[in-house]
């Protein structure tokens, strides 16, 4: 198979722009200003996300300036006393842990069945059975993470306490369960991409040299894939870590640096989405509810692009 | 391949590569079921516990009793407010977008700078979504906590669902159509009005349906910039809400009744949760349908 050169995009070729003799001018006026209206929307997105910082940024930062508030505190202390009358002490440390906690115990369950589905689908599967699986993994994306806590919540809490007598079933176990499935769709959809994307000629001359399909996918697909596949994985931590109400109900609400996979934890997203209704507007509770805003408005960035670097450099490739 | 009949001596190197690629096939197999077959369970028993509360009149009824009784209509009509205000904003932002990135901009930094901005707005956790919402629009804007305000939210965090699918069905449109359509003097707009967007359609319309599913199961923007508690609503009343007041919504019904209020019957939960599920894999399952259906039809 010959491989067919990517097409430039549209964008790339000369406009061509033809003066029609007979056109009129409102017309010619209404198609320039719509296409402005375009370019206007073209960067809609680049707005949207400054836009985001900025307001966000903007309510955060005059606790910034308090002198009672030490950054190094919000990062680095395990002491979250927000509402305390004689002590009143914002530190995020436990929330981070709880975050990480969850987040890390997820992976560990969704990479390995992420990319196992993953191969099953694009290497060892019929292509009946692979458009199903498609569709139910799409399905699986679809559940609001509402339903997905209240899962947690109701079936979870209930099949934990049976079967690990953990005296509360909403811990890290339950929100890392739930998480996992909720990420599992992305990390599927994105490796499977990367191993599409690994060229035939590679498969064609493993099976010339007699491998079977499993040796094919540990010897040559893997190690020609596993820049796509680190991105499908940044892209599920990054699901997991911004994901919000399915934590809220499913991890047990208790600011507490965990030490084992069923203590009860607290989120940051769980935090902002709880507290954030009981703050007075303008208040210093307010404003770190809001920093913790930019504190996760800044992971999420720095991973989603460090996935887009990693997608870019294979699609140079 | 392996499958075969063999003509030569199996060798033991042989037998056992043999048995590590159908040991493989089976892990593989087993691991892309285990996240199926529980899920599928789960929905059952979901399905099941919601069964005694599920009706026509639950749909229809208003919550009573301190939301302990009676239905979920004020809820589910406030989803449709929220959802159709925020398409209707959505919509065409992220429809144009689209054309802008793939019919207009070049190849250069500052266009790489916007689909970094596109992946990074879909990466934007939600809450992060509801403080901008709530910094921007309810308080910076002066809306207040307002379906338009909620829906506004939405629609921001709902955009690159709809820029992402409906780019990829404007480039599968061939070079080819658009070189045609130039040669007979057509202007740029002109081509993308007559042939490329009636000929990406359906990528288009799957968009739109997904991002209607999105906007329908978000809760976290929605609860700081305009979804309520509780709100009176008469039975099966369709003008309830007005544009600057607040509403309930049938994923903050969920998440209110399921953590907030003591005392609710199992099942009502379950059957909210059942309807709000129902809705949004229908909605979905509409889109895959309109996807494979159109495929079935392309004419190249």
């Known amino acids: ?317 | 391949m392996t499958d075969g009949p063999t003509n030569f001596i199996e060798t033991p190197f042989v037998r056992r590569k043999r048995r590590a690629e159908s040991l493989a096939k089976w892990v593989f197999l087993a691991m892309s079921f285990a996240m199926v077959v529980p899920l599928l369970l789960i929905l059952g028993f979901l399905v099941a516990r919601a069964w005694p509360a599920l009706s026509l009149d639950f749909l229809l009824d208003p919550p009573v009793r301190g939301m302990r009784a009676g239905g979920i209509w004020p809820a589910l009509l406030g989803t449709i407010y929220l959802v159709v205000i925020s398409l209707a904003v959505a919509a065409p932002i992220g429809i144009l977008a689209a054309v802008y990135l793939n019919e207009y901009a070049r190849d250069n930094w500052f266009n790489r700078l916007i689909n970094l901005a596109v992946i990074n707005l879909a990466g934007v956790p939600s809450i992060v979504h509801a403080l901008f919402g709530l910094g921007a629009f309810v308080l910076a804007a002066g809306i207040g906590k307002s379906i338009l305000a909620a829906s506004l939210t939405l629609a921001v965090m709902t955009l690159p669902v709809i820029i992402a699918s409906t780019r990829e069905a404007l480039a599968s449109v061939p070079r080819s159509f658009r070189e045609a359509c130039w040669n007979v003097g057509a202007t740029r707009w002109q081509t993308i009005r007559a042939v490329v967007l009636p000929n990406s359609i359906s990528g288009i319309l799957t968009g739109v349906i997904l991002q209607v599913s999105r906007a329908a199961g978000e809760t976290a923007p929605i609860m700081f910039t305009g979804a309520l508690f509780f709100k009176a609503v008469d039975r099966g009343d369709l003008f309830a809400y007005g544009l600057l007041e607040q509403c309930m919504a049938l994923s903050m019904h969920l998440y209110v009744i399921a953590t907030q209020v003591p005392g609710v019957p199992e099942a009502v939960p379950y059957a909210t949760a059942v309807v709000l599920l129902g809705a949004v894999l229908l909605v979905n399952a509409t889109a895959i349908a309109v996807r494979v259906y159109m495929r079935s039809r392309k004419k190249w």
């Open chain 1, 1 to 317: 198979m010959t491989e067919i050169p990517p097409m430039p995009a549209a964008g790339n070729v000369a406009a061509p722009v033809p003066r029609a003799p007979g056109r009129p001018r409102w017309a010619v006026v209404g198609e320039r200003l719509l296409e402005w209206i375009i370019r206007l929307c073209g960067i809609s997105a680049i707005l949207f996300v400054l836009g985001i910082f900025y307001f966000v940024f903007a309510k955060a930062a005059p606790i910034l300036l308090d002198k009672e508030f030490s950054l190094t505190e919000f990062l680095f202390s395990t002491k979250w006393y927000p509402t305390s009358e004689i002590n009143v002490r914002y530190g995020t440390l436990a929330l981070t842990v709880g975050t990480l906690a969850v987040t890390l115990l997820a992976m560990l369950i969704a990479v390995p069945f992420g990319l196992g589905a993953a191969i099953f689908v694009s290497e060892f599967c019929g292509p009946r059975l692979k458009e199903t699986l498609k569709i139910v993994i799409e399905l699986l994306a679809a559940i609001p993470s509402v339903v997905w806590g209240f899962i947690g919540l109701s079936v979870m809490k209930t099949v934990i306490e049976k079967t690990t007598g953990a005296p509360v079933g909403v811990n890290v176990l339950n929100g890392g369960i739930i998480l996992a499935l909720m990420s599992v769709p992305i990390i599927v959809s994105i490796s499977e991409d990367a191993l599409k994307a690994v060229p035939d000629s590679y498969r064609e001359a493993g099976i010339a040299l007699g491998a079977t399909r499993w040796q094919l996918v540990y010897k040559v697909l893997l190690p020609a894939a596993k820049t796509g596949l680190l991105a499908a994985v940044l892209l599920g931590v990054g699901r997991a870590i911004g994901e919000t109400m399915a934590v809220l109900m499913a991890t047990g609400h208790a600011v507490n640096v965990p030490t084992s996979v069923l203590d009860p934890v607290r989120t940051l997203t769980a935090t902002i989405a709880a507290e954030l209704g009981e703050a007075p507007e303008g208040s210093n509770h307010y404003r770190v509810l809001f920093l913790i805003g930019v504190l996760l408005f800044t992971i999420t960035f720095v991973i989603n692009l460090a996935a887009d670097l990693v997608i870019r450099g294979i699609r140079r490739k």
